[in-house]
């Protein structure tokens, strides 16, 4: 049961790193048989979740945009904050174990750090947005399981996809690669509905190497 939030908090919306449309078609595979979430969530990185309600303004056409407030403070908060890149890894994928019977299994991106300072720089813009108190470990959620046994065939399903994907030789990483260079807003209009992307800011250009 989701914890009680405070009223400025909601479930419906969430700061998100989305990977793009080429290299989700694994993920998808497995998630629309797995995912419990498929048809709400699309494949995602939370970086804050809940986020605040009502992150939506009026624009001078009437339509709605998100706030130049919540707009303003992502642009600070991801200030000098470059472009990276990552690899979701699926060799192998990771495994929460919440209890006996529940099980998530997931794909982490490597490295992490770059992941980590990004939302640790939205965590303390938006601190007020306080009511997840766990660690924060990114993951791409790809399904849930009730045994052991099954999360174990859940994970050699999505590293199996993945290698198909990529066509990896035999002993070469499982991974998919990922440029990030944007930060998402994301909402749904009701608990059952899709989130759909209402805003977003653009990472500062990758660094070179020298």
Same mark, same amino acid.
């Not at 049961?1 to 078609?25: N, V």
């Not at 945009?65 to 904050?81: P, W």
């Given at each position: ?25 694994p993920i998808e595979a497995v998630r629309s048989v797995h995912d419990k979430n498929f048809k709400r969530w699309p494949p995602h990185i939370n970086l804050i979740y809940p986020f605040l309600a009502s992150p939506l ?90 045994? /052991? &046994? $099954?999360?174990?065939?859940? %994970? =050699? ?8 994907? *990529? ?13 990030? /260079? &944007? $930060?998402?807003?994301?909402? %749904? =209009? ?8 209402? *805003? ?11």
């Open positions: 049961m989701a914890l009680k939030l405070p009223a400025h908090l909601t479930y419906k919306t969430a700061i998100a790193l989305l990977p793009p449309s080429s290299i989700i078609s303004e009026t624009s001078d056409s009437n339509a709605p945009r998100l706030s130049q407030a919540i707009q303003a403070r992502l642009e600070k908060a991801t200030s000098g904050i470059h472009a990276f890149r990552v690899s979701l890894n699926a060799d192998p994928p990771g495994t929460f174990h919440h209890s006996k019977s529940s099980k998530t299994v997931w794909l982490g991106p490597v490295p992490d750090n770059n992941v980590k300072q990004l939302q640790a720089a939205l965590q303390a813009e938006f601190a007020e947005c306080d009511s997840d108190q766990r660690a924060f470990t990114p993951h791409l959620s790809v399904g849930q399981a009730r045994t /052991d &046994k $099954v999360a174990e065939q859940l %994970r =050699k399903e999505i590293s199996n996809k993945v290698a198909e994907f *990529g066509q990896f030789e035999k002993g070469a990483s499982r991974t998919l690669d990922w440029f990030v /260079d &944007k $930060v998402y807003v994301i909402e %749904r =209009k009701g608990f059952h509905g899709r989130f759909t992307v209402i *805003g977003s800011v653009d990472l500062e250009p990758e660094e070179q190497a020298s």
